[in-house]
């Protein structure tokens, strides 16, 4: 919707002077468009180049993380969440099975299929919970949740060995590499803020997309909610 409201515009004014000139074009050479500055992380070592992307997508009012890889059992994992500041929305695939995850103010939101409940508890607490739950979210604390919600840090743990790749883009962005002694790879913006652009490992891939684009994360409505913070502390 966005790009047809750009594009139209800029289509009828191209039509409108087509057909209002006449005139035999002339072959004055054209000014090819101005290379766009660096930002200057291509002159940083590796550790440096990877803190200032970190330090610029804690800094950024909101991202998206999307990707797909497998877990430590060879499981697929797939995820697809927005983040702003502490809260988080999004839906997590692991082994064909949805999880949608909610970190709203007041505490976290987890929703999930039967299949979901039955893979991941006891027979006997599942036989009690879903009952409970039926189609609705499950309210816990934030804490209680946050280990299901991948985080920018998660893609680079404890980075060892990192080495500088050279200058290259990513999806035709400007961009640089630092890869880690187990071959993961970080692509960084090298053009505005040294965002990370994408982690490309052995297990997967992860985009980092619509940085700062305006962002609403809410708890669902009450009639949709099981609480079950009264249990869990």
Do not use: H
Request: charged content about 25%; aromatic content about 6%.
């Amino acid at each position: 919707m966005q790009l047809r409201k750009l594009i139209l515009p800029v289509a009828a004014s191209v039509a409108l002077l087509a057909g209002c000139t006449s005139q035999t074009p002339t072959s004055e050479p054209t000014t090819a468009p101005p290379t766009p500055e660096y930002n200057g992380v291509q002159d940083m070592d590796a550790e440096e180049i990877w803190q200032a992307a970190f330090d610029a997508l804690a800094d950024a009012q909101s991202y998206r993380l999307k990707g797909e890889g497998t877990m430590d059992d060879g499981q697929p994992l797939a995820i697809d969440a927005v983040y702003a500041g502490d809260l988080a929305q999004g839906r997590i695939t692991m082994s064909g099975l949805d999880l949608e995850v909610i970190i709203a103010e007041d505490g976290a939101y987890i929703r999930a299929t039967e299949d979901f409940w039955r893979a991941n508890l006891p027979a006997e607490q599942a036989d009690v919970l879903i009952p409970l739950l039926g189609d609705r979210y499950m309210k816990l604390p934030a804490s209680e949740v946050e280990d299901f919600v991948l985080r920018p840090e998660d893609l680079f743990e404890d980075p060892q060995g990192l080495t500088k790749g050279e200058i290259t883009e990513y999806k035709g962005q400007p961009a640089i590499t630092v890869t880690d002694s187990e071959g993961n790879e970080l692509y960084v913006a090298l053009v505005g803020e040294p965002y990370p652009l994408a982690s490309i490992s052995p297990d997967g891939t992860v985009e980092v997309l619509d940085i700062d684009e305006p962002v609403t994360i809410e708890a669902p409505p009450a009639d949709e909610v099981y609480d079950a913070t009264q249990f869990v502390g």
